[in-house]
């Protein structure tokens, strides 16, 4: 689909917006002043498939941080700050990609300038924005509790004043925990300026809830051309933040990583342990950046049919499977030997296509990258 027209900016080593690949990022929950782990959670959401990473900054300890984990991190550092300017200072003398700054609650416009004043030097991007949770009230009271133009006109003051003096690196949020303001405010900005968005359903819950919540607002914004970059906030481990966001993308076609696996939901012709096998399958892949289209079916209703269009597929039968890959069955197997037999046949396919040596790790059952003599990735 076409996407909206917005303006570049540049994030470290990453555009946001000006039609570039939208960026999957996530936030660490370690404490910043821990740097080790914090570099460690940075390491895994890379390996993950996140692209730029937020970590809070919430005092002084915090900030004088950061310097080394900018130094470490595998991704560009976005600095999350709220109360105090001088941690953006602080955050931009470390040498962060980018600063989320809330300009309502640091005290003042003489601070948002002496900010934005210094982003501007050091050619770091800004993130303004509002969150409906945050507002404040004399914006509600002005519109007679309308959130999405009481958010609209907060942002568009913030703006004013972080573009006073002409700098225009700036990615704007409109957040909310409620899908439909959330649809509504960005329709409504993205109608007005050329900023990119930022996209995210805000404290969206637990794993399942907020990747629904998520999938629903994110989904009918991308699928307009509208947003430029995305957050799934879940709760808990961050890595399922960067799986979500990237099978919304997945999805709608917008970006491809990793197989999609495709499983039927099982019904009274299925005669395979099925859940089994789909849980095995997806634990495979899990870690694996290739785009492949994976099936795993439970029958020959539409089993063949569903596995034979897929790049590799099983099609069960009774408490044993076809293995298919492109229409042509290699091979038939009994359900103990299905998954280590498809598990094989994945390892040939990426092989030949990607030209890359997987082998069967047995303990975690996943499929790993062989290690040269030198340590290096074959
Ligand atoms: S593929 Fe077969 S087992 Fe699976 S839902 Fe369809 S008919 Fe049922």
Not at 18 to 38: C, E, H, K, L, Y
Not at 235 to 254: C, M, Q, S
Request: hydrophobic letters at 45%.
């Amino acid at each position: 689909m076409p996407r909206k027209k917005t303006r570049p900016v540049q994030v470290g080593n990453l555009v946001i917006g000006g039609g570039a690949p939208i960026v999957v990022q996530s936030m660490t929950n370690t404490d910043t002043r821990a740097v080790a782990a914090t570099l460690a959670q940075i390491e895994a959401l890379a390996a993950a498939g996140c692209e730029l990473i937020r970590v809070a900054v919430p005092d002084q300890e915090a900030a004088a941080k950061l310097k080394e984990i900018v130094k470490h991190a595998k991704l560009p550092v976005v600095a999350d700050i709220h109360f105090d300017y001088r941690l953006a200072l602080a955050a931009i003398d470390a040498g962060v990609a980018k600063i989320r700054l809330n300009p309502g609650n640091i005290g003042g416009p003489d601070r948002v300038k002496a900010v934005v004043r210094a982003a501007k030097a050091n050619g770091v991007a800004l993130r303004v924005g509002a969150n409906a949770g945050s507002l404040h009230r004399d914006y509600l009271a002005r519109y007679e509790g309308d959130v999405v133009q009481a958010m609209l006109a907060s942002v568009e003051d913030q703006l004013e004043l972080v573009t006073a003096d002409g700098y225009d690196q700036i990615v704007v949020s409109l957040k909310s925990s409620d899908v439909v303001e959330t649809i509504k405010i960005n329709e409504a900005f993205a109608a007005r300026w050329d900023f990119p968005l930022h996209l995210g359903v805000t404290e969206a819950g637990i794993r399942w809830r907020g990747t629904i919540k998520s999938a629903v607002g994110l989904g009918i914004l991308l699928n307009q051309g509208i947003g430029d970059t995305i957050r799934v906030s879940l709760t808990g481990d961050p890595r399922h933040e960067v799986t979500a966001a990237f099978e919304i993308l997945k999805a709608l076609h917008i970006r491809e990583r990793g197989p999609v696996v495709v499983a039927c939901p099982t019904c009274g012709r299925c005669q395979i342990g099925l859940e089994e096998l789909v849980e095995g399958v997806e634990e495979l892949v899990q870690d694996l950046p290739y785009p492949l289209h994976l099936a795993v079916m439970g029958c020959v209703v539409n089993g063949p049919g569903e596995a034979s269009r897929a790049d590799l597929g099983i099609a069960g039968g009774k408490e044993a499977g076809l293995i298919f890959r492109n229409g042509e069955i290699l091979r038939k197997e009994k359900q103990p030997r299905l998954l280590t037999a498809f598990a094989e046949e994945l390892a040939q396919l990426i092989r030949e296509k990607y030209g890359v040596n997987l082998k069967l790790n047995r303990a975690k059952f996943r499929l790993e990258e062989l290690e040269d003599e030198e340590g290096g990735k074959s």
